[in-house]
Nanobody, 120 residues
Framework: QVQLQESGPGLVKPSQTLSLTCTVS??????????WSWIRQPPGKGLEWIGL???????YYSPSLKSRTSISRDTSKNQFTLQLSSVTPEDTAVYYC????????????WGQGTQVTVSS
């Protein structure tokens, strides 16, 4: 089955850029028809969609985060990355990468999540 694994620093200083990598195994990030997404959950709050990169490479972002978000991919490594700039303590959350089926719209595979704390 498909497996996703988040990696990156667990502590980021305010005003810096948060950078996370999702490594995918068991399936190609270029395979039709899937979206590769980043979602986060701040403490005590619900899930928040950040953005995605499609199998084609096109990206989409949450309007509330678009100005600070960049999602890219490295197909040779079967990885996609999240960069969130100018972070504040409000960006503290558990960050997940997940696959979404285009046809069903369901998130069928998730990473385990990684805690990222923004603090000085």
């Amino acid at each position: 089955q498909v497996q996703l694994q988040e990696s990156g620093p667990g502590l980021v200083k305010p005003s810096q850029t948060l950078s996370l990598t999702c490594t995918v195994s068991g399936g190609s990030i270029t395979t039709n028809y899937y979206y590769w997404s980043w979602i986060r959950q701040p403490p005590g709050k619900g899930l928040e969609w950040i953005g995605l990169i499609a199998y084609s490479g096109i990206t989409y972002y949450s309007p509330s985060l678009k100005s600070r978000t960049s999602i890219s991919r490295d197909t040779s490594k079967n990885q996609f990355t999240l960069q969130l700039s100018s972070v504040t303590p409000e960006d503290t959350a558990v960050y997940y990468c997940a696959r979404r089926e285009v046809v069903t719209t369901l998130y069928d595979y998730w990473g385990q999540g990684t805690q990222v704390t923004v603090s000085s």
